[in-house]
């Protein structure tokens, strides 16, 4: 019971977390306009949700707080995860986003409901599958090395 709350808890969080970004984003003219297309935002959001949340160690304090018990580390130097799988992985996040956007636009009309539901959806199927967990070891496998 208490898992359950809890990821329910971590999907609203995350679902939080992406509307601040939908909400930083719209505040430049470009991007709230019809120059940008709903399906760009859609991407940049997921984007920048997956980036800024490694940026801003986000997933460092998630994979430490839910993880770090389940792994062990060889070493206490601290190297960088690979920007080149955080770009990618983001890359795939903001698919994700335009895909599941285009499903949900018929159920909903506001965009910020549209990323919200994106983002603990995401969250919710991603911790289910074990994706979470797989990001966290590789990450912290990396960290420790």
Same mark, same amino acid.
């Given at each position: 019971?208490?898992?359950? #709350? ?10 939080? @977390? ?6 930083? %984003?719209?505040?430049?003219? #470009? %991007? ?18 997956? #980036? ?9 304090? @998630?994979? #430490?707080?839910? @993880? &770090? ?13 690979? %920007? ?14 335009? %895909? ?10 506001? &965009? ?24 966290? &070891? @590789? ?7």
């Amino acid at each position: 019971m208490y898992l359950h #709350f809890k990821l329910i808890f971590e999907s609203i969080l995350v679902a939080f @977390y992406s509307i601040l970004i939908y909400y930083f %984003f719209v505040s430049f003219s #470009f %991007f709230n306009n019809n120059i940008v297309s709903f399906q760009t935002q859609l991407f940049v959001i997921g984007f920048a949700k997956h #980036f800024f949340g490694w940026i801003f160690g986000l997933q460092k304090y @998630y994979c #430490f707080k839910t @993880y &770090k018990s389940s792994f062990s580390k060889n070493s206490t130097s601290l190297s960088l995860y690979p %920007f080149r799988s955080i770009v990618l992985q983001s890359v795939g996040e903001g698919a994700l986003f335009i %895909f599941l956007g285009q499903l949900l636009q018929s159920f909903f009309k506001e &965009k910020v409901w549209i990323i919200a539901c994106i983002a603990a959806l995401l969250h919710i199927v991603f911790d289910i599958m074990g994706v979470h967990k797989m990001f966290c &070891k @590789y990450y912290l496998i990396n960290m420790f090395k």
